[in-house]
């Protein structure tokens, strides 16, 4: 009798969310999710960058310098969200032995790196009309590039390594230790002042107005195309780490 209620229960539909925990339910579930994401951000997007385009003011000087900031910010802040997110399902998957965790810390990297690169690269445009100089040894820019490093080691970690699931414990000790980075990268720029202006990225230094309605949307815009490119990765990752099962075979059938 314990044994068929036992069995009854696990039977049941509604088990709520933890029932996505299992690969093959988070694969379809995120298949149906991925356009819906893709769809926000191109939204939310298009509304940021008609705002940056068209609406800020023309011409050279500080609004020019609005235009880079509504970018350069929101690549700021998804590069900690990410990262912190990774860690996050890196530590999960590291305590919980849970493949699903890991496999979303693996697919976050790639974007998180992206991201983090974009910041670094409108930084340097922020950087030339107001400091001189496309790069100084300033905390903020020295944090963003140790924190571009850090994804660059994890994901180099995952391609050197062909057993997944060791690197995926390293990757996560990896990944934990360098959660340090975000308490530094957050006081450099908004604590650590410099004669230069203030990094674009601190929150006393953002643009007002429709400047700064325009970097909330790109940071939403990110953020939804963030979720859309990571549940695109796990779905790839799952069909290569489970190819030997029935359903990841007929699944990569279907998609071929």
């Known amino acids: ?138 905390p903020h820019p020295v944090c963003e590039l140790a924190l571009l490093l850090l994804y660059l080691g994890w994901i180099g970690l995952h391609v050197a390594l062909d057993d997944p699931r060791r690197a995926d414990r390293i990757g996560a000790v990896l990944a934990l230790c360098g959660l340090v980075i975000l308490p530094l990268l957050y006081f450099a720029m908004e604590l650590w002042s410099a004669p230069q202006p203030a990094p674009v990225g601190a929150l006393n230094a953002l643009p007002s107005g429709n400047s700064l309605f325009g970097a909330v949307l790109m940071a939403l815009a990110f953020w939804t195309y963030s979720w859309a490119a990571a549940l695109m990765r796990v779905r790839c990752v799952i069909l290569e780490r489970g190819r030997v099962l029935d359903w990841v075979a007929r699944a990569a059938a279907r998609q071929s």
């Open 1 to 138: 009798m314990p044994g068929s209620a036992v069995a009854a229960h696990a039977d049941r539909p509604h088990l709520g969310w933890t029932r996505y925990a299992a690969p093959r339910r988070f694969y379809l579930l995120a298949g149906k999710a991925i356009p819906w994401f893709f769809l926000a951000a191109a939204l939310i997007g298009g509304a940021g960058l008609y705002l940056a385009l068209r609406v800020a003011p023309a011409g050279a000087g500080e609004q020019d310098l609005s235009r880079i900031a509504m970018v350069h910010a929101p690549a700021v802040w998804a590069s900690l969200f990410i990262y912190a997110l990774l860690a996050a399902w890196a530590g999960i998957g590291l305590g919980c032995k849970s493949r699903l965790a890991a496999m979303m810390a693996s697919a976050l990297a790639p974007t998180g790196a992206m991201f983090t690169f974009i910041a670094l690269w409108t930084g340097s445009l922020w950087l030339k009309p107001t400091a001189g100089a496309w790069w100084i040894w300033n």
